[in-house]
């Protein structure tokens, strides 16, 4: 077998894998994984890239097959995953896997729904299908590795293509040669910039992941035929994405035995994930000791050097710009501004004097010693005293704190009702429909 064969023939058996062979646990983060999306586009359905995706749509028009959050409007599947993924990647306030490097509800579950409405499957077939996406957009992200993300690939758009086809492609009952021939496909329409990061261009990568996917999945199903392997051949996907050698190692211990998707990190607060650990690490200094804004002179933070350009904006314009922004976000922090809710994101936040009179005193440093998950902060306060404090994202919750934080989430976001029905909604996922998921997107 050769090398550039194998992340083709692995992402192929992972989307055959039976149902009956995946564990509880796997599926039980797919699952919070489906409530967090629902809520995320439930929530980003009101932004103005939402209205604007869907006019879009809207006027192309098309067969009414899958449903669009935000409105009773239904199209064709691949305009379904386009504005689903756009609008619930909209806040930026849905899940993030740190080995994949991106964001895999987002890409992976607008696809599996829309072709799962097409097809009248059963709710517990999207959620199957949405976490063997998942998990193959997991491994090929690791195989990509750290010079992918770092050239400047949002990897939610890319690696994420091709576990949205895997999705798609499972749905519409692929056989393993249609599978490869989506998969080898995909590779020819899989991107997306992180030069968008900031602007409506980030949540529509996450869109244009999902539509890929659905499309190259439609066109294998019906005979459309590609090269043998469009990810890892010479000219393929990897060789031009990528000057690191692909990391093989990604495909050890493959599911059903282990799922690298049970990693999944969820967001608590509206903002980049990788600023969440610094959040953490501020509010637990400032539970065991009480800090003034005023009483602080530095803050220095130590993170993985690849968040210095994703979320080191030094002087952000926006409420978007803002939710990258160590700084600012600091600022927030220490004035007891919300970071978990979405509203606090704005202009004025930028400008606020006091959110900045901490803001100018925030360094970033990186160091390769340090993990992507973790932030080590050292607030040195004006009467000498230096309070140092960390925190580590991979440090996991147990399923009822999860429950907890994400139930809390949506509440702030949707209302405690609406949160409720959502949860009930996909705690009784095996009873449900497809079109009973699609009915969440508006109602």
């Not at 797919?30 to 929530?43: K, N, Q």
């Not at 609008?87 to 509800?105: K, R, W």
């Not at 890319?158 to 080898?184: C, H, I, K, P, Q």
């Not at 992941?209 to 035929?225: D, I, K, M, Q, T």
Request: net charge negative.
């Amino acid at each position: 077998m050769q090398t550039d064969t194998v992340s083709m023939r692995h992402a192929v058996a992972i989307a055959a894998i039976p149902a009956g062979d995946i564990p509880e646990t796997a599926r039980q983060m797919a699952r919070f994984s489906l409530f967090d999306w629902l809520v995320c586009g439930r929530a980003g359905a009101s932004e103005p890239v939402a209205g604007i995706v869907r006019d879009m749509i809207e006027e192309e028009g098309g067969k009414p097959v899958a449903g669009v959050f935000g409105t009773a409007l239904r199209v064709p599947p691949r305009a379904a995953a386009l504005a689903n993924g756009t609008i619930s990647h909209a806040l930026d306030y849905d899940d993030t896997h740190f080995a994949h490097v991106g964001h895999l509800s987002v890409g992976v579950y607008p696809a599996a729904l829309a072709v799962g409405e097409a097809v009248g499957a059963p709710a517990s077939d999207i959620v199957d299908a949405f976490l063997l996406g998942a998990e193959a957009a997991c491994r090929l992200g690791m195989v990509l590795g750290r010079g992918h993300y770092l050239k400047g690939f949002h990897q939610t758009a890319t690696a994420g293509a091709f576990g949205a086809t895997v999705a798609a492609g499972r749905l519409y009952g692929l056989t393993d040669e249609e599978m490869r021939n989506a998969l080898s496909l995909v590779a020819t329409r899989a991107s997306g910039l992180k030069s968008q990061f900031g602007t409506m261009g980030k949540p529509f990568n996450a869109g244009i992941a999902a539509s890929n996917g659905v499309e190259a999945a439609a066109l294998a199903r019906r005979g459309f035929v590609s090269a043998d392997d469009g990810f890892a051949a010479p000219q393929g996907f990897h060789p031009t994405h990528s000057d690191d050698a692909p990391v093989l190692s990604a495909w050890d211990h493959m599911p059903p035995a282990r799922f690298v998707f049970e990693e999944i990190q969820y967001k608590l607060h509206a903002c980049c994930h990788g600023t969440h650990a610094m959040i953490e690490a501020l509010l637990a200094a400032k539970r065991t000791r009480r800090i003034s804004p005023n009483a602080v002179e530095e803050i220095d933070l130590t993170v993985n050097p690849r968040w210095l350009r994703v979320c080191d904006i030094k002087k952000p314009r926006t409420g978007l710009e803002a939710k990258f922004s160590y700084a600012v976000l600091a600022g927030m922090v220490m004035n007891d501004i919300a970071t978990g809710a979405d509203d606090s994101y704005t202009e004025a936040v930028c400008v606020d004097p006091a959110v900045n009179a901490i803001a100018r005193r925030v360094v970033v440093e990186g160091d390769e010693a340090i993990s992507d998950t973790d932030t080590i902060a050292r607030i040195r306060l004006a009467d000498g005293e230096t309070v140092e404090t960390r925190h580590d994202l991979s440090d996991r919750l147990e399923p009822e704190a999860l429950e907890r934080g994400l139930r809390a989430k949506a509440t702030t976001l949707l209302g405690e009702e609406t949160a409720d029905r959502l949860w009930q909604a996909v705690a009784s996922v095996g009873d449900r429909s497809a079109h009973d998921l699609g009915a969440l997107l508006r109602s």
